[in-house]
């Protein structure tokens, strides 16, 4: 099992950033492809990005592509989220999961394991 804990939200205006991290701790990082999701209030749970374990590979929801980059430091066994333009419809809950194996998934069922979350809030 790995720990996650995210971190860096907060409320900005709409046309701001933001920059998620991820820590991550308790078993070998650079063995999990890594993955972010949000739910927004009364909304599923739902995919945002996720990264292959090299950080060779990248996934995007089409909401967030060429607003969001993912993206990992191995070495700090930290996983970033990096989140430009953002726009109210990206107020949500943030979260970060570890998937096994090579490379990532866009389904939330494909992760073993989750952190605590981050709130994100953008005002309009």
């Known amino acids: 099992q790995v720990q996650l804990v995210?971190?860096?939200?907060?409320l900005v205006q709409q046309g701001?950033?933001?920059?998620?991290?991820?820590?991550?701790?308790g078993r070998t990082f650079s063995n999990y492809a890594m993955g972010w999701f949000r739910q927004a209030p009364g909304?599923?749970?739902?995919?945002?990005?996720?990264?292959?374990r090299s950080g060779g590979t990248t996934y995007y929801a089409d909401s967030v592509k060429g607003r969001f980059t993912?993206?990992?430091?191995?070495?700090?066994?930290?996983?970033?989220?990096?989140?430009?333009?953002?726009?109210?419809e990206d107020t949500a809950v943030y979260y970060c999961a570890a998937r096994g194996g090579t490379y990532p998934s866009t389904e939330s069922t494909a992760y073993g394991d989750w952190g605590q979350g981050t709130q994100v809030t953008v005002s309009s």
């Open 16 to 25: 701001g950033s933001l920059r998620l991290s991820c820590a991550a701790s």
């Open 70 to 88: 993912i993206s990992r430091d191995n070495a700090r066994n930290t996983v970033y989220l990096q989140m430009n333009s953002l726009k109210p």
């Open 43 to 52: 909304k599923e749970r739902e995919f945002v990005a996720a990264i292959s």
């Open 6 to 10: 995210e971190s860096g939200g907060g």
